[in-house]
């Protein structure tokens, strides 16, 4: 699929709202028609778009941008692609027009122009084509983050990268290293990372560290030795926050002792992540450990006294329909966790999924609508809401990821990441800090990236320090 832009560079916004009705293709910029091809064009005030197949016009669309500023430029860009493309391959957009991956975000963006909440439902369903019924699950968890989101202001948040998994996921495309090839570098890893952690400490002592989420990567793939020195490094460097997570991700990696060291240290919210309870997908997408070893492990967690367990499941995983969901959200329900995560998928670039997509057959657009509404409404009989959500590129059928709690169990790291209203610190490998300042002028936003490589971040652990010194100079 190629692409012309003619009097601006919006090149992201355009491509994004073209992978909705061409997903999965390679998208490359060019100057001439091709086979197929989408050209957008800023003349003046007016945004024009107009779809060629074969070198001839099949589609055209115009629309007046609402102001000068980029923001109104960019929405009238992206507008007229979609209403462009719309014409010669009508497709189901439950986000219309909406390319951001923060949905709730541009709800709060409303409400602070003073919108009411019939303005923003209509502003969404008329102006970005949102569906009522996503315009209206982006009201609730827009809704659903304010406490949270206030409550933080002022605060910091801190994320601690351990990149090591069991095996690679088929649909993988984190900062992650079979432990079979990298298990020697662990306590290499664990010492660069105990540099960065005290580092830090001095340069946050005076902040109110409000949450701290140890991901990955699996952190319990570290062993118990390992794992107990990591939890010791961070309470000997950092005052106990509200919320404590740890991701035990993969249920291969947990076991008894591993759960009691959390404990031990105060964890107050884990993740056990079966993404299915089904052991024929378990085993195609590359994952280690069955069904019933992800019963055994939430069993051994409650056992072990935690009392806040996520579980993050994936609908459209190959081979899965709504039978499956309905067989994994029976599953969930008998075990009664705090909270749910549901993804969808999403193709990501460096993943093997993406690599090996021709071989897998993947979820239609109407099948993934119908399983997401059984998550929906098995969540809420299980007493469960929406509080956070988010979206990728390249989902499959351009939905969302959402989180569901029972009322309480918010996770406020989850909240403070979307809503992008608080400082996040984040060390280890892949780790990217952002700091948010509050300026007359809105929020000043910046970041401060660790490198992606385990080899890289242990060699080159100074570096980092030095990347935190500058960037948390004035923080
Ligand atoms: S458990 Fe998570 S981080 Fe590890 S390989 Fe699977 S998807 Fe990637």
Redesign the pocket.
């Known amino acids: 699929m190629n692409y012309i832009l003619k009097n601006h560079s919006y090149s992201d916004d355009i491509v994004v709202t073209i992978m909705m009705f061409y997903p999965n293709e390679k998208y490359i910029q060019t100057d001439t028609c091709g086979d197929l091809t989408v050209l957008s064009m800023l003349d003046g005030k007016t945004a024009i778009a107009a779809f060629y197949d074969g070198g001839e016009e099949k589609a055209h669309f115009a629309l007046d941008t609402a102001a000068d500023d980029e923001h109104s430029v960019r929405f009238a860009l992206r507008t007229a692609v979609f209403k462009c493309l719309m014409q010669v391959k009508p497709t189901k957009a439950p986000w219309g027009t909406l390319t951001g991956v923060r949905p709730a975000k541009l709800v709060w963006t409303m409400y602070n122009e003073g919108l009411n909440d019939d303005e923003v439902y209509t502003r969404l369903t008329d102006s970005y084509y949102v569906t009522g019924d996503k315009a209206r699950l982006a009201i609730k968890v827009a809704k659903s983050e304010k406490r949270i989101v206030e409550n933080g202001r002022g605060k910091t948040g801190m994320y601690i990268g351990i990149?090591f998994?069991?095996?690679?996921?088929l649909?993988?495309?984190?900062?992650?290293y079979?432990l079979d090839r990298y298990a020697e570098k662990v306590d290499a890893y664990l010492d660069a990372l105990e540099t960065e952690i005290k580092f830090t400490a001095g340069l946050i002592r005076d902040k109110e560290l409000e949450s701290i989420y140890i991901g990955?990567?699996?952190p319990t793939s570290l062993d118990e030795r390992q794992l107990d020195r990591l939890l010791t490094m961070v309470r000997d460097n950092f005052k106990a926050p509200v919320e404590y997570t740890v991701e035990a991700?993969?249920p291969d990696t947990i076991n008894l002792e591993k759960l009691r060291i959390l404990k031990a240290h105060d964890v107050n919210r884990i993740s056990i992540?079966p993404q299915t309870l089904n052991d024929d997908t378990l085993a195609a997408i590359?994952?280690r450990h069955t069904v019933s070893d992800f019963y055994n492990a939430f069993e051994l967690a409650r056992q072990a006294g935690h009392t806040h367990i996520n579980t993050d499941i994936i609908l459209g995983l190959p081979g899965e329909d709504e039978s499956h969901v309905t067989r994994t959200m029976d599953g969930l329900e008998r075990l009664s966790p705090e909270s749910i995560t549901v993804h969808t998928l999403a193709v990501k670039r460096a993943s093997r999924l993406r690599e090996t997509l021709d071989r897998y057959e993947m979820t239609t657009f109407d099948r993934m609508e119908k399983m997401l509404g059984i998550t929906a409404k098995r969540t809420a009989e299980m007493g469960m809401q929406p509080y956070y959500m988010y979206r990728q590129k390249n989902m499959v059928g351009n939905f969302e990821n959402v989180g569901y709690c029972k009322p309480g169990h918010e996770c406020i790291y989850n909240v403070q990441i979307m809503e992008e209203q608080q400082s996040i610190i984040a060390l280890g490998a892949g780790g990217s800090t952002k700091t948010v300042e509050k300026t007359p002028h809105g929020d000043k936003i910046e970041r401060i990236f660790n490198v992606k490589s385990v080899d890289d971040y242990i060699t080159r652990i100074d570096e980092m320090i030095q990347r935190k010194k500058e960037g948390l100079e004035n923080f």
């Open positions: 990149p998994c069991p095996t690679r996921c649909y993988c495309s984190f900062t992650s079979p990955g990567g699996t991700g993969r992540n590359g994952r």
